[in-house]
Antibody, heavy 118, light 113 residues
Framework: VQLVESGGGLVLPGGSLRLSCAAS????????MNWVRQAPGKGLEWLSY????????NYADSVKGRFTISRDNAKNSLFLHMNSLRAEDTAVYYC????????????WGRGTLVTVSS | DIVMTQSPDSLAVSLGERATINCKSS????????????LAWFQQKPGQPPKLLIY???TRESGVPDRFSGSGSGTDFALTISSLQAEDVAVYYC?????????FGQGTRLEIK
């Protein structure tokens, strides 16, 4: 049972990036999934969730209009499309499984680092 | 948004002693209809993702040692480690999932004295 993020890297301010999260060992299509980030040396910030069927999506105000969450249940994958990136978006980005859609996270990936810098 | 405030920011405790971390929410996270507190605790060790310890304020996640316990209701909560072990050195976070957006406390760094 694991989540593995990929797609992080160095990007210029104003640029775009797409993160992926590969799920294995559990029935991915049954779970609401989330993205959470952690700036260097800082705390945890929830960003977005997507329901099992993609019918319900929610975003934090800090990323609304710039980030888009999506999923492909056939490929057991979660995505985060990030546009108009800013220096303050620099962080480790985690995907996290939501327990029964209650809103607490019982499985986390190891994260992927996104650095926004010129 | 519900603001979660942890205290202290850092804590040094001797091995084998009790450690207590407090978490206060800016509004109640207790659903009176089911009497459940929508509060979780996480442990994060350096270079690792957060790990779920406690949910519903006091329910221990499977595999979590019973020296970890959660308590409290409404707006005031605590995570207690009854006998500190070396492997418990970490940053601990509380999280409310009563309302969206879910929010986390700022974290409490636990060290060995």
């Amino acid at each position: 049972v694991q989540l593995v993020e990929s797609g992080g890297g160095l990007v210029l301010p104003g640029g775009s990036l797409r993160l992926s999260c590969a799920a294995s060992g559990f029935t991915f299509r049954n779970y609401r999934m989330n993205w959470v980030r952690q700036a260097p040396g800082k705390g945890l910030e929830w960003l977005s969730y997507i329901s099992p069927s993609s019918s319900t999506i929610n975003y934090a105000d800090s990323v609304k209009g710039r980030f888009t969450i999506s999923r492909d249940n056939a490929k057991n994958s979660l995505f985060l499309h990030m546009n108009s990136l800013r220096a303050e978006d620099t962080a480790v980005y985690y995907c996290a499984r939501d327990h029964l859609s209650y809103g607490y996270f019982d499985l986390w990936g190891r994260g992927t680092l996104v650095t926004v810098s010129s | 948004d519900i603001v979660m405030t942890q205290s202290p920011d850092s804590l040094a405790v001797s091995l084998g002693e009790r450690a207590t971390i407090n978490c206060k929410s800016s509004q109640s996270v207790l659903y009176t209809s089911n009497s459940d507190n929508y509060l979780a605790w996480f442990q994060q060790k350096p270079g690792q993702p957060p790990k779920l310890l406690i949910y519903w304020a006091s329910t221990r996640e499977s595999g979590v040692p019973d020296r970890f316990s959660g308590s409290g209701s409404g707006t005031d909560f605590a995570l207690t480690i009854s006998s500190l072990q070396a492997e418990d050195v970490a940053v601990y976070y509380c999280q409310q999932y009563y309302s969206s957006p879910v929010t986390f406390g700022q974290g409490t760094r636990l060290e060995i004295k």
